[in-house]
């Protein structure tokens, strides 16, 4: 990562000279206090009359590159399985987590200055900014520094195992971009924003498995066919062990690394809506269990059929009631194939990626102490 890169040359070059590039973020939230994290500062730029508005907001922010660094090319590479990228480098990187760790959307807005010159240079204007069911709230910047902390110990995790070294920063920054894209296509395109909420957690699954998946698990009715033809047990099972194979359960996975990573305190948070009623799911485990293999089917129909992906939230108005299926113009959806809200995906998924930082990162502390 830029970042934990860049806290690497802060700390082993202090006292040298550094330059300094300063940006302009906004979003709809306030802050206090500051996060400083040595080569990267931010904090709140400007004091609303109204600290409950949900208007627009600039924060600034600065990041420190050592001199050496920006005159010198570096002709040799880094070794193919540790090289990094982002578009748009350290501000874009801190961008896309101000978001996943606060749910409020950030967007750099412009650059303001590189190396003592004057830029100014604009990136994105007040309509980029996605509104959210936290907008005008007030954030403690305290709160989130720890959230970055646990970088390092997913950094350390990537490195713990001595066998084969596990991919944890990319994947993790590759599902924190997908995040950062579905706020800004909530209010625009309600299939895009899920698929990109889809796609974050699918990055994540890469050495992600579950055990005990049988053949019956995947389709019951090929397991049966099979077993009719067969008498020999042996054979089957190195049929089933040839057919359901690791992409073959990616919906499995899905679901289940899902489940596996809800824990109380999603359910306890104080902030989550009533989520009680038909209409909004995810009123328990099961729940999300069965709602999270419609979105899976829906995203499979959209990406490999091009169909249309089932409305979202129920808020349109139909020819027919939520509870006997929906039909817009010529489109029917079943009962059994509409998805909640985006929204209350987009706080499971927030949770999930949290709860995976967190457990990645402890495990990447404790190898260092063993």
């Not at 001199?67 to 880094?78: L, R």
């Not at 049988?214 to 033809?229: F, M, P, T």
């Not at 057919?243 to 919906?251: E, F, M, N, Q």
Request: one cysteine or more.
């Amino acid at each position: 990562m830029y970042l934990l890169e860049a806290i690497d040359h802060y700390k082993s070059n202090k006292g040298k000279e550094f330059f300094e590039s300063e940006y302009e973020l906004l979003c709809r939230v306030h802050l206090t206090g500051v996060l400083d994290l040595g080569c990267v500062y931010l904090r709140f730029w400007e004091l609303p009359l109204h600290f409950e508005s949900d208007e627009v907001r600039a924060v600034y922010l600065k990041t420190l590159s050592l001199k050496d660094n920006t005159e010198n090319i570096i002709n040799e590479a880094p070794p193919k399985d540790e090289q990094y990228y982002i578009p748009g480098g350290l501000p874009n990187e801190i961008t896309i987590l101000m978001t996943l760790f606060t749910r409020a959307h950030f967007v750099l807005s412009r650059i303001l200055r590189q190396a003592g010159t004057l830029l100014m240079n604009k990136y994105a204007s007040e309509e980029n900014v996605a509104r959210g069911d936290i907008d005008g709230n007030t954030l403690r910047l305290k709160d989130i520094k720890p959230c970055f902390d646990m970088l390092e110990g997913l950094r350390l995790m990537e490195k713990s195992e001595k066998s084969r070294k596990v991919r944890r920063l990319e994947p993790f920054m590759l599902a924190a971009r997908f995040y950062h894209l579905a706020f800004s296509l909530i209010y625009k395109d309600e299939t895009l924003a899920y698929i990109s909420l889809i796609c974050a957690i699918e990055a994540l699954l890469h050495d992600y498995d579950i055990q005990n998946f049988s053949l019956e698990d995947w389709n019951e009715r090929v397991a049966k066919l099979i077993k009719s033809v067969l008498s020999n047990h042996k054979k089957y099972q190195e049929i089933e062990q040839a057919i359901v194979s690791k992409p073959l359960r990616i919906k499995q996975r899905f679901k289940a690394f899902i489940i596996e990573h809800i824990t109380d305190k999603f359910w306890s948070d104080p902030t989550r809506p009533d989520e009680k009623n038909e209409l909004a799911g995810f009123k328990d485990l099961a729940d999300i269990e069965k709602y999270s293999d419609r979105i899976y089917d829906a995203r499979s129909r959209a990406l490999h059929d091009g169909m249309p992906f089932p409305p979202s939230g129920w808020r349109i108005k139909t020819e027919r009631p939520p509870g006997l299926g929906m039909r817009i113009g010529k489109k029917e959806w079943k009962e059994n194939e509409l998805i909640p809200p985006v929204g209350a995906f987009e706080r499971i998924v927030h949770h999930v990626l949290l709860e995976y930082l967190r457990r990645e990162s402890e495990q990447g502390f404790n190898s260092v102490k063993k």
